[in-house]
């Protein structure tokens, strides 16, 4: 296969999965993660694509906030895989509270039935998916209403937030790294997750390894604020020894 044919697969399949990434397509078509990378960059430079940490994503995706059906089908292993670790996180007869994002509401959904817990949450996706679990005390936090994440934002949900104290936070973010912290696309979402980084006590980041190294218009923390990031294996083990210098313990599912 010519470069030019491989670029153009290499187009389609970004498109298609919303990602991709460079060992992956080395493997996909039997070339050096050198050769990959000087696609990337030949695609970048066409404006076809944007470079990303690993990978590469569609042009546009970066200054964009896809709806969540999109963002669902994105990376959907890996987010089964960190929510099944973020299992572990979990407090015995205590009190959490789940972000709006969904690895969060893949996390929900896996909550075992014999759990005892309080939950509060702004996402009515997550609230849809605990709604009738047996052992959860579900506390649902109301606001303005954004339809691309189906979370609640606005002062209603900063001033519930502002008066409790949870056991755990499971915080999602659109991207993460340790100089540019936590980001997402909506100054709302920001104002959101910083309250709810401040009203747990323990603060545990579910984030795939595509969104290491991205960056958004609303910053609404430092990696230093988490205790805990479970991602994928996508993120190195340099990457990783270098976020855990910094004070964030990681696990890669």
Known sequence: MYAPERQQEILRLAQESGRVDVLSLAEEFQVTAETVRRDLKALDRAGLLRRVHGGAIPAGRLGFEPDLAERDSVAADGKDRIARAALA????????????????????????????????????????????????????VGGRVRHRTRAAVDAWALGAYAQIKADVVFLAANGFSSDSGLT????????????????????????????????????FGDLADVD??????????????????????????
């Open 228 to 253: 805990l990031l479970i991602t994928d294996t996508g993120l190195g083990p340099d990457d990783a020894r270098a976020i855990e210098s910094r004070g964030t313990e990681v696990v890669r599912a």
């Open 184 to 219: 997402t696309p909506d100054l709302a979402e920001a104002a959101v997750k910083r309250a709810v980084v401040a009203a747990a006590r323990r603060v545990v980041l579910l984030a795939d390894s595509g969104k290491f190294g991205q960056q958004h218009f609303a910053r």
């Open 89 to 140: 996180e979990l407090p015995a007869d205590g009190s959490v509270i789940i972000d709006a994002g969904t690895t969060t509401a893949r996390l929900a959904a896996a909550v075992p039935l014999d759990a005892a817990l309080t939950v509060v949450t702004h996402a009515l996706p997550v609230a849809a998916r605990l709604a009738d679990h047996p052992g959860i005390a579900l506390h649902l």
